[in-house]
């Protein structure tokens, strides 16, 4: 399968309603093991919202090794590619991390250690 | 109904004049009240100031006050130039100012308004000429400011929208973007959001800034990883030798090339500021493969 970005969404991919039609598109033909190639042709302008929808939300449902073997990217220049990777690696972290938190217990540790 | 009569002093941007604007929030953070802005005493106005007041004036009107700027009040003549450039003063009622289309004009987004903001950052801030940039740098560091807007849209619940200007001064060749919200500020939200645990309304500010500005950390409930808007933007600045500066509540945080420092100021307000300012060296400017220095 092959979306090309610029014509479903346009030369702007930053905002996170984007990410998850992009997300909707997708992530059935991936869970089936399909090939996907996004086309980032004509597109100029990343910023994470539409990635996190788009990319890392996939890792709820896909290994990430999944995601990273049947996912190709094409015409995405390098701006995009470091949001990428920056998302897909956030986003296997907190998927990881499993609700990581008691947000409270991590903010006081936190405050602890730098006014040690 | 009663008037407030604000004077609005000399405000720059260090943080002993953000805590002048927040005195004024504090002045007029109430309901049925007008104002009235008095510029007599007012001999210069930082872009961050200018977003400040706008947006204050239309939280104001959102509680049923009237707010007057009295421009006849204005005799600074450079506070009076920027405030008509950048249009500020023609939004505001003063209308023998109309803008003349060559600065960078303030801004009013009551929705996220894509398209609109991009094109701001991209050709009236960044792209506007006051720094060599190719195209594909351009993109970039736009993107990377949108995420100050799509931040406060999405996590502040500001019910008036939020408020920029941006400025080039072309002494100190510095870029500025100051974006602006009233909604309920980042240690609020964050107390909130773990409001169920005890020790949750004692979260010092500076603390809650701390985490918030750490990579993958966010109060998202939707089940999608988030929380790197504020990390890409912070390697940005300090990349560019520039400064970023986030008041939110009585917190406050400052990235620049000497790391970061988190503190509890002495006065708060309910909302949060961005406070950006950038270096237009072009040596800056440039991605590694344009030439051998890079951003």
Redesign the interface.
């Known amino acids: 399968m092959k979306l090309s970005i610029k014509d479903t969404i346009g030369p702007r991919c930053i905002i996170k309603e984007d990410g998850q039609k992009t997300f909707t598109e997708i992530c059935d033909p991936l869970k089936q093991g399909e090939t996907v190639t996004l086309d980032f042709y004509g597109v100029s302008q990343f910023a994470t919202p539409f990635f996190n929808f788009a990319i890392g939300q996939l890792l709820n449902y896909i290994p990430e090794t999944d995601v990273r073997s049947l996912l190709h990217y094409e015409n995405l220049n390098e701006t995009g590619k470091s949001v990428v990777e920056r998302v897909i690696e956030n986003a296997a972290k907190q998927h990881a991390d499993k609700q990581y938190r008691d947000i409270v217990e991590e903010i006081l540790t936190k405050q602890a250690k730098e006014s040690d | 109904m009663p008037q407030q009569v604000i004077q609005i002093p000399r405000l720059n941007d260090y943080p002993s004049d953000f805590e002048k604007l927040f005195t004024i929030w504090n002045q007029v953070n109430d309901y049925n009240l007008d104002v009235r802005f008095d510029f007599s005493r007012c001999g210069f106005l930082r872009p961050n100031a200018v977003a400040f007041l706008g947006g204050l004036a239309r939280l104001v009107e959102s509680r049923m006050g009237k707010v007057v700027f009295d421009w006849s009040t204005l005799r600074e003549s450079w506070v009076k130039t920027t405030v008509r450039q950048n249009g500020f003063a023609a939004v505001f009622g003063d209308l023998a100012a109309p803008r003349d289309g060559n600065s960078i004009p303030y801004r009013e987004d009551r929705n ?1 308004d ?2 609109g903001i ?1 094109d701001y950052l ?1 050709y009236n801030w960044i792209g506007k000429g006051w720094v060599y940039v190719s ?2 740098l351009r ?2 560091v ?3 400011m ?2 100050i807007y ?1 931040n406060a849209f ?1 996590h502040s619940d500001t019910g008036i929208g939020v408020y920029s200007c941006g400025q080039h001064f072309p002494e100190q060749d510095t870029l500025v973007l100051s974006v602006v919200d009233f909604g309920q500020g980042i240690p609020a939200k ?1 107390r909130n ?2 409001g169920n ?1 005890p ?2 309304p004692g ?2 500010a ?3 800034l ?2 918030a500005f ?3 950390k966010s109060t998202c409930t939707e ?7 504020l ?2 933007l912070k390697e940005f600045v300090q990349l560019n030798g520039g400064k970023l500066e986030v008041y939110s509540n009585e917190g406050y945080v400052i990235v620049d090339k000497n790391g970061e420092r ?1 503190e509890n100021r002495r006065i708060s307000f309910e909302g949060t500021i961005v406070h950006i300012t950038l270096r237009c060296d072009e040596k800056l400017y440039q ?1 590694s ?1 344009e030439a051998e220095s890079s951003v």
């Open positions: 996220l894509m398209n991009m991209t195209d594909r993109d970039a736009a993107g990377r949108w995420e799509s999405e964050i959001f773990v645990d020790r949750a979260l010092p500076d603390a809650c701390r985490w750490k990579r993958g089940g999608v990883a988030r929380g790197l808007g990390d890409l988190y991605f493969d």
